[in-house]
């Protein structure tokens, strides 16, 4: 049994005394996995991380997501997570970087925008700036535990549009411009995501939301942002600071995430494994039935 200490009354734990180079899919990582399940957020410290460490385990949630246009048979890079220009940065001007950043300092899941949603993000700390530069997370499972009966209802019918231009939107248009955002069509996900392993219910919603199937823009934003600020209050909020060698995993179907700032003169990587969600992890609770054409109209 695997030694744990809890990050947060809600979720998380820290598991101490293991190397995750050690880690295979037959070692370690059934309890990992465990762990993941029931507390939605791991913390390992003291981690001599190499990227090919990185790959391997983000590879045990599920298959790594590609962002970039790589040739045919190119190892996936890993995202980087930086102020600094870094190989794998998906935005190369530093002006646009730094809005890129501040984009993340919205609450978020991984990947809402895409085909497959994510299951897993594996961040890892490398260079830490002296103060600020933590990452939130919160618990979209609790907080659903927690929502009035009333959003409840509201939340179980809701199909909800995503589009990663939007939570660059927020930030800036001229962002929001940018072709690596702009190739990405909207997808539709259900508000609700069930956990196939403890059948609990997590509410999945982040910035890249910005509508619902069937309300009005300003009712469905409406409805997105008092979901989102139901979960999200201060004592919901576990705050990482970052030490060099940490590593981070949470489940991108019952936890919401946020950047913190941090003086920018000084550098800040973290460098990222996001994994894609397979059918047994329960994908179908969250694909929308078909939508009424009247409906999509509106």
């Known amino acids: 049994m695997l030694d744990t200490v809890k990050l947060h009354d809600d979720f998380g734990v820290e598991i101490r005394g293991v190397d995750l180079r050690a880690v295979t899919r037959?070692?370690?990582?059934?309890?990992?996995r465990a762990l993941f399940e029931a507390h939605s957020l791991l913390l390992f410290r003291g981690q001599d991380f190499d990227e090919d460490t990185h790959r391997a385990l983000a590879t045990l949630f599920g298959p790594i997501e590609d962002l970039r246009d790589a040739a045919e048979g190119a190892?996936?890079?890993?995202?980087?997570?930086?102020?600094?220009?870094?190989a794998g940065a998906l935005v190369a001007d530093k002006r646009l970087r730094l809005l890129d950043l501040k984009a993340?300092?919205?609450?978020?899941t991984d990947s809402t925008f895409l085909p497959v949603p994510a299951i897993s993000n594996v961040l890892a700390g490398y260079v830490i700036p002296s103060g600020g530069g933590a990452t939130e997370i919160v618990s979209t499972r609790i907080g659903w535990d927690r929502l009035s009966p009333a959003l409840k209802e509201q939340a179980r019918g809701a199909v909800v549009r995503h589009r990663f231009t939007h939570s660059r939107r927020l930030v800036d248009e001229e962002l929001a411009q940018l072709p690596i955002y702009t190739r990405y069509p909207e997808v539709l996900w259900r508000a609700v995501w069930r956990n196939p392993v403890n059948e609990r219910d997590a509410l999945f919603l982040g910035a890249h939301a910005g509508g619902i199937v069937g309300r009005?823009?300003?009712?469905?934003?409406a409805l997105i942002s008092a979901l989102m600020d139901a979960v999200t209050g201060p004592e919901a909020i576990y705050a990482h600071a970052w030490r060099p060698g940490d590593v981070l995993i949470w489940d991108q179907r019952a936890t919401m995430h946020r950047g913190t700032p941090w003086n920018y003169e000084e550098e800040r990587t973290l460098a990222s494994f996001v994994s894609s969600a397979v059918e047994a992890d329960g994908i179908a609770s969250v694909r929308p039935r078909q939508i009424e054409p009247e409906l999509e109209l509106q």
């Open 75 to 86: 190892p996936i890079e890993r995202a980087m997570v930086s102020n600094a220009m870094t």
């Open 26 to 32: 037959d070692h370690l990582f059934p309890d990992i």
């Open 216 to 221: 009005e823009d300003a009712d469905g934003r």
């Open 104 to 108: 993340n300092f919205y609450w978020h």
